[in-house]
């Protein structure tokens, strides 16, 4: 069981750190910090309910949304107070769709700790998916402000993602560049600087993000088909095949193959 819950923490920690790096989106930050005292720093608040919440946390990063929730629920009944378990609940809640609860808890963390990072992003994200696109920015802000925030380019990066959905492209690539320069190799960043770069016809540059993006990531289906159509754009035949080649073999189903196949 030490081993089994040794392993869990360890990719709890690996999650953190490369947070839902998935296409577009960044999953939320689920952790809470507890309680962050008088400076904003992570403090530590000595809980029982502790442990499920690592737990929960765990079991979140692997996609398994019924232990999950099984576990943030039983934080939140243990310890009704702890910033953190209210959190992980409502990313959970949110991550099932059910956004009535997901605000429920996700405002009450913000309450219980006003300066958590954490829970500000996990706000930020809530409302945007709400489309309420200002009050969202505000929340990702008030994170990026706190200066003991260990990992601001994930609000940023969702600040970014927000002002793309507000139509706001040009606040998106501010935001998106403030991640990078906290985190150069931080993938979701670099592979919308790509698709943004792209979409302004500087394809140089959408390659230059692109080349990065695969320094630091595995290649999905839509950086592929990015680069294949940046190639294309640059006149590189021979980079083109070998994007076209990668994309058939390794995500024959998707989407972007019947793009592809459709172009052909």
Known sequence: MKRVRQAMLTGLVAWFALSGCQSNSVKPESRGGDNTGELGAPVKRVSPANVYVELGTA???????GEAFKNARKAVLVDDDLASAHNLLGV???RLGQRDKAGEHIRRAVKLDPRNPYALNALGSFLCDEEQYDEADSHFQRALANPLYPTPWI?????????ERAGQLVRAEDHYRRALRNNPRFAPSLLRMAQLSFDTDNYLSARAYLQRYAQVARHTAESLWLGLRTERQLGDKDQVASYRLKLRANFPDSEQARFLKGAE
Do not use: F, I, K, T
Request: hydrophobic share 35%; proline share 0%; aromatic share 6%.
């Open 59 to 65: 079991y979140l990063a692997e996609d398994n949304l």
């Open 92 to 94: 959970v809640h949110q």
């Open 155 to 163: 609000a940023s990066h969702n600040a970014g993602q927000c002002a």
